[in-house]
């Protein structure tokens, strides 16, 4: 008996990792449920707090202070019952890229030498502008996890549309995030159904022809789709204007967390540009 | 006032040169419970569309309370309103209908339209879901739904506006038969005479329970009106227009024989 080998297209590889990715967004909506420091911050708080956090940290010219932000930032993580291993997942995977990009400014960056790779001189300043680079994305890309993960995706829409962002651009991200999920379920069985009428491994051309069609019938669907929801729109009274409810109420600890935050960037910013 | 709601006058529709609807003449009475029957394609999805004036008929006229729908009679805004106020449809895919980041914003949806006040909304929607037993979906985003909890939010979303008209599109298709139950449930005790039904489906079994009158399509036309007692026991109308089947059954005796298949599963026959 021989084991069954399923070959999956680099397209079709890419799709169900996004999909899932995307379902792991809902795994993150449950934990937004959870009960954390921030889960129960009012959503405009915690949104304009962490874009504070994030300028602060993208401003700041000392490296002491961006670590000791970041610091912060990570025990803000923990407290509100992120999982460490979603944080550590998402540092290293952020790390090998940014120190990807950051690299060439290692031997680039003219300066005192401090070590010699291959024979090619590493600065000690392109090493401050490389763990620059790393620490601001780093502590940036901490801080959306922490949004994203202890706020539910419509309280976000609701922050946003609480804080003046033009409501046909909330709309729009609104459905893009609810849609993603049908055409991306779309697409996968799309593969799945060709696979389970294909003998055998298809050559590298043939397969690139048929996800190209693939992604053309995606297309198709996502225009068709398109044209549907927006009859569904129509049907209910829909006539080009957006309107919405307002539905956010600020209490007590959102006005101390809002202070916080507040008290908190100010000393990044003080600090970062000292 | 007329008791026609909406008056149908020979009425056609094609989609690219593909005729979908081929000259319908059909009256619906104020306060009727219409079932449009046909396979699928005969073009019940198509004329509800119509009715709901989200597409306009080619030739022909379709009145709404002695006006003719027309795409400038629904770009103004009175009329509009009106319109929209007092008709909403269910369509069949409820992925389609849904698109709101949560179930309390696609029931506020329609009622903000119509520029209800906030208190208005919030105790309309409260009302709407615990008639329809879904209060405790009010955060949860659409695609955390199961089907049965889509399809009754998107009825739930059109109910909340208070519709003098409902437009169903295969409200039972996809369906668990719990989830159907409740669905019929739900719709046949919405109307009580006095608000109109129009529900397009191709289910026998529960004609009976949600309409008065049936009405049956045949490739974009009317091939037939009647009860729902006098279409379900016309054999040749519903093997003509695709509505039957020959259904294999196998008796306690372990008789294995195919007879047309008229009734609910779980009937009693012979």
């Known amino acids: 008996m021989t084991a069954a080998v399923i070959h999956r297209g680099f397209v079709e590889k890419t799709l169900t990792s996004l999909l899932h990715a995307l379902e792991r967004a809902s795994s993150s909506e449950r934990l937004a449920e959870q009960r954390g420091l921030l889960q129960h911050v009012d959503a405009r708080v915690k949104l304009l707090g ?32 992120v999982p460490l291993h979603l944080l550590t997942r998402a540092w290293a995977i952020i790390f090998v890229f940014t120190a990807a990009i950051a690299l060439p400014a290692l031997f680039t960056t003219p300066g005192q030498s401090i070590a010699t790779v291959a024979g090619i001189p590493v600065t000690l300043q392109g090493l401050r502008s490389a763990a620059f680079l790393v620490d601001r994305v780093e502590s940036a890309t901490t801080l959306g996890l922490v949004l994203i993960s202890t706020t539910p995706w419509p309280q976000i829409i609701a922050a946003l549309r609480s804080l003046r962002v033009p409501a046909a651009v909330v709309l729009i991200i609104g459905m893009t995030y609810r849609y993603i999920f049908v055409l991306l379920r779309s697409a996968e069985e799309m593969f799945i159904a060709r696979r389970s009428r294909s003998i055998g491994r298809l050559e590298g051309a043939v397969r690139r022809r048929m996800a190209t069609a693939t992604a053309g019938v995606l297309l198709g669907k996502a225009l068709a789709l398109s044209d549907e929801v927006y009859l569904a729109m129509q049907a209910r009274g829909f006539r080009g204007e957006v309107r919405t409810l307002e539905e956010l ?26 | 006032m007329s008791d026609s709601l909406f008056d149908v006058r020979g009425v056609t529709f094609s989609y690219d040169g593909v ?24 073009g019940k999805s198509t004329f509800l569309r119509l009715l709901d004036g989200l597409d306009f008929a080619q030739s022909g006229t379709i009145d709404f309370d002695g006006r003719t729908l027309t795409p400038g009679q629904l770009d103004d805004s009175s009329f509009a309103h009106d319109f929209r106020r007092r008709v909403g449809l269910v369509f069949q895919n409820p992925d389609v209908q849904l698109f709101n980041a949560t179930v309390f914003d696609e029931l506020a949806f329609g009622p903000l339209q119509i520029g209800w006040s906030s208190d208005e909304i919030r105790t309309r929607i409260d009302a709407v879901m615990e008639s329809l037993d879904i209060a405790r979906l009010a955060a949860r985003p659409p695609h955390r739904l199961s089907m049965g909890e889509k399809k009754r939010v998107a009825i739930a979303s059109v109910l909340v506006i208070h519709p003098e008209v409902l437009l169903l599109d295969e409200p039972t298709a996809a369906l668990d038969p719990r989830s159907q139950s409740e669905i019929i449930n739900l719709l046949s005790g919405w109307s009580g005479g006095t608000r ?27 091939a037939a009106v009647g009860t729902p007692r006098e279409i379900v026991q016309n054999e040749e109308l519903l093997h003509r227009t695709g509505l039957l089947h020959a259904h294999r059954h196998r008796h306690e005796s372990g008789v294995v024989h195919s007879h047309p298949h008229l009734h609910r599963h779980g009937d009693h026959h012979h």
């Open chain 2, 196 to 222: 109109t039904a129009v529900t397009a489906t191709h289910d026998l079994s529960i004609v009976e329970d949600i309409a008065d009158r049936c009405v049956v399509f045949e490739s974009g036309r009317v």
């Open chain 1, 50 to 81: 962490c874009l504070a956090l994030i300028v602060a940290a993208a401003v700041s010219r000392h490296l002491d202070t961006l670590t000791l932000l970041f610091a912060a930032i990570a025990i803000l993580a923990l407290v509100s019952r």
């Open chain 1, 249 to 274: 109420r600020m209490r007590g600890r959102d006005w101390t967390a809002g202070a916080l935050f507040t008290a908190a960037a100010i000393v990044a910013f003080w600090q970062g540009l000292r």
């Open chain 2, 19 to 42: 005729p979908a609807l081929g000259g319908i003449d059909l009256s619906i009475l104020r306060g009727e419970r219409v079932a449009l029957l046909g396979a699928n394609g005969s």
